[in-house]
Structure formats: structure tokens, C-alpha cells
């Protein structure tokens, strides 16, 4: 089960018509395909996406992206809320799961794996799957080792010697230490492995507290812990990739600075997160967009089409415009004497002759007219747009941009 209900408030203008594991991502990717690429590699192949907060385009995503073989018992369903419990939407990871148990007791499976869809990371499932059958564990939680500095931004689990958890910690000033690693804390991944029956009984009685938050972190976790469950952590940082040398990149892009980090990763030369690793490929739907076309070389007029140092998807034409360090969704084109630097461009976005676009998110179908300046002026920027702490400007969907100068004659 995959928990793809958030409302994503800190991604700002990017989650305003859209889920957040909808958010486009890398290019041609959407978040959600992420952790279903985890799944499928693993050869997980029985997943249900709960579905919640303007759903619409993740819905469709997957109905027309990942379409998996029946005949093979394979599918991968959304199920959105559907108040079968009561007269309320999902009020937390747990309640979501809980309001949807039918799913559960109809399949009948022995464990239920339940991860978060808004983070990015490379995991053979596999693995935590076999830490969990060794440990005899109730419940396994993955966490990922970060500096305990950092550590404060974080759930952090609280481990004895043989990774058993034995206390939750939410954000607090002095995160315990891993045993053994006095420098750094485990901070969860929201991403579990329960056994069936456990999960089942600790969810119903979830339900009659009303004091509960009904969250799997803050609530039946520790309820598991204080019961006297097996609940132990697994390291994401032992998990071992196909073709991957080292595997330590985890993301929560939870915030426009997060998630601009997180795409701008990509471009570098040696990029952490690796999307092309031919053995454990990012999947998502196919397009009949054709290759991207790069065009003008007049180098006497600084009249160049030309891309550094970034991603390019199919459909875009590069029309003697200039990119660096960019990501470039499907369908955009750039024309002449433009410059698009350190920027994340979504599908069909057009962008004029003369015009400057600096550390900016432009959201999907705008126009950029001739000689518009964004980035440039952050005090103007925020007179009109978002811009983030980290000065990331945000361009909404289908915004109207109004024009700038541009050379006499052109």
C-alpha cells in the first residue's frame, strides 16, 4: 500500500491542482514513480495507492502509466476516500489504512508493506523484507542514518544494540544517537513492513482513541512499542542496489527549497541519484513525443541552441536559446537568445526571444513572453510570484508574464 493522500502545503504553488506525489519530477517523471519503480523492481507487483487530495492527475497517471498483467495477478489500483467508516475523509496515515482495511482482508496477505509516495530513493524491497522475517518482527521500520545536527528535523527512532526500537522521538532538540555511531541519529523513512494480523489489531484499536492523531509515526508505532510488539529498524543504508555502488540518497522534498535541491541532484555530473542505471530503471508511461532538437549556430549573433549540464526531455526544441544546469520537461522550447539557468522547466513551457529565467520552477503550460526577467529581481519577483526562503521563484500554471525590453528590430 502506498500512502499518496498528502495535500503537500509546503510545495506552495506547485500542489495547488495537484496531489504532491503527482508533482512532476526529473523531467518526465512524476513523484509517485519513484517508489512504484522501488516496488516493481523488487517484483512487488500487488500495490494499491491510497488516493486522497486533488487526485485527479495521479489517478490518471497510473491508470494510463502503470497498467500491470492480470493474467500474473500484477495490478497497481488507486483507491481515494471513500468515508466507509464514517462520515470523515482519512485523518492520518493510519485512519487511511484503517478506513481501507477491506482491501487487506480481501487479499489476505501474511504481511503488508506500507511506504509513503513523496520521497526520493532507490530500495530493493527484498531486503527489508528479509530483515524483517529474521528479526520475527511485528513491524519494521526503515530509517535512514543522518548527522544528529540534522537529526532535529526529524522523527527519529530510538534503537538498542540490536536495532529493536524502544522509543519515538518527533523533532526534538537532542535526537538519541545510533548505538555504536555517536555522531549520527536514524530518522524514519515512513516506510513499513507489518505483519498482517498485528497491523489489523493495533489499527482498530487506534480508532477508539479520541485523542489519537491516528498516525502511524506518532501514534500506532509507539501504542506497538509500549504493548510490548517486536518492532525493529531496518538501515536503509545496508540496502544493496542492482548497479548502484553505493546507496545512501534519500530526499524528503517536502518543501519548493527540498525539491528544487532534490531536481538540480540530477544534473550534476556524477549525480547521487542515478536515472540511468540501466538495472533498476525509473519507470513511468511512454510518450510519442519526439527526440529533442537543438538548432541555430550563429556564433557571430550569440545565436546558439545549446544545453550544459542539464536534462532535456523529448518533445523540446532548443531554438538558439541558451541552458545550464536546467531541467527541461517534455514539449518546451526555447527560443532565441534566451537564457534558462539553474531552473526547472515542466512540460510546454515556452519561453521568449531575450528572455532571463534564474533559479526558477515554471510550472506546466506557461508562456514566458519576449524579454521577461524572472529570478532576476527577487524584491519584483515577490511582488507578483512565490518566491521560497532559498530564493526559488515559482511560476504557477498557465500564469500570465508580462513582457520585458527587448533589442530595436528584433
Known amino acids: ?65 502503470w497498467r500491470l498483467s492480470p493474467i500474473l495477478d500484477s495490478f497497481i489500483e488507486t483507491i481515494p476516500a471513500q468515508q466507509r467508516t464514517g462520515k470523515s475523509w482519512f485523518k492520518g496515515s ?3 489504512v484503517f478506513q481501507c482495511q477491506h482491501v487487506i482482508t480481501d487479499e489476505d496477505p501474511e504481511l503488508v508493506i506500507i511506504f509513503g509516495g513523496d520521497h526520493i530513493y532507490k530500495m530493493e524491497v527484498g531486503q527489508m523484507l528479509e530483515a524483517h522475517a529474521q528479526q520475527r518482527a511485528d513491524v519494521t521500520v526503515a530509517a535512514v542514518p543522518v548527522p544528529l545536527a540534522e537529526a532535529r528535523e526529524f522523527g527519529v527512532l530510538e534503537v538498542d544494540e540490536s536495532f529493536r526500537i524502544i522509543a519515538f522521538h518527533e523533532k526534538v532538540a537532542n535526537p538519541p544517537h545510533i548505538p555504536g555511531r555517536p555522531d549520527y541519529a536514524l530518522a524514519s523513512m515512513g516506510n513499513y513492513i507489518f505483519k498482517t494480523d498485528a497491523l489489523l489489531e493495533r489499527l482498530a484499536e487506534d480508532a477508539t482513541l479520541e485523542g489519537s492523531r491516528h498516525d502511524f509515526g506518532r501514534d500506532i508505532l509507539p501504542m506497538m512499542v509500549a504493548r510490548g510488539d517486536r518492532v525493529f529498524c531496518y ?25 528544487f535541491a532534490a531536481n538540480m541532484d540530477l544534473v550534476r555530473v556524477m549525480p547521487e541519484f542515478n536515472l540511468y542505471n540501466r538495472r533498476w530503471p525509473m519507470r513511468t508511461g511512454i510518450t510519442h513525443d519526439p527526440p529533442a532538437k537543438f538548432v541555430f549556430r550563429d556564433e557571430a549573433n550569440f545565436r546558439i541552441g545549446t544545453a550544459t549540464e542539464s536534462i532535456v526531455s ?19 522550447r526555447i527560443n532565441s537568445f534566451s537564457e534558462v539557468d539553474e531552473s526547472i522547466l515542466l512540460e510546454n513551457v515556452t519561453v521568449g526571444r531575450h528572455a532571463k529565467i534564474r533559479r526558477a520552477i515554471i510550472d506546466k503550460d506557461v508562456e514566458v513572453p519576449a524579454g521577461a526577467q524572472i529570478g532576476i529581481d527577487l524584491e519584483r519577483d515577490r511582488e507578483r510570484w512565490y518566491v521560497s526562503e532559498g530564493g526559488v521563484v515559482v511560476i504557477p500554471k498557465r500564469a500570465k508574464i508580462e513582457p520585458g525590453p527587448v533589442p530595436a528590430g528584433d
Request: proline share 4%; charged share 20%; hydrophobic share 40%.
Open 1 to 65: 500500500m502506498i500512502l499518496a493522500g498528502g495535500e503537500g502545503r509546503r510545495l506552495g504553488p506547485l500542489t495547488l491542482d495537484r496531489a504532491k506525489p503527482a508533482v512532476p519530477f526529473g523531467g518526465r517523471y512524476r513523484i509517485i514513480d519513484v517508489v512504484l519503480s522501488n516496488f516493481v523492481n523488487s517484483g512487488l507487483t500487488r500495490i494499491k495507492v491510497l488516493t486522497q487530495y486533488k487526485s485527479a492527475s495521479l489517478e490518471e497517471h497510473i491508470a494510463r502509466a
Open 94 to 96: 493510519a485512519d487511511a
Open 235 to 259: 538501515d536503509f543504508q545496508t540496502n544493496e542496489v542492482p548497479g548502484e555502488t553505493a546507496n545512501s540518497y534519500w530526499r524528503d522534498i517536502g518543501t519548493v527549497d527540498a525539491y
Open 314 to 332: 523529448l518533445g523540446v526544441i532548443i531554438s538558439g536559446g541558451q541552458i545550464h544546469r536546467s531541467v527541461l520537461g517534455s514539449r518546451c
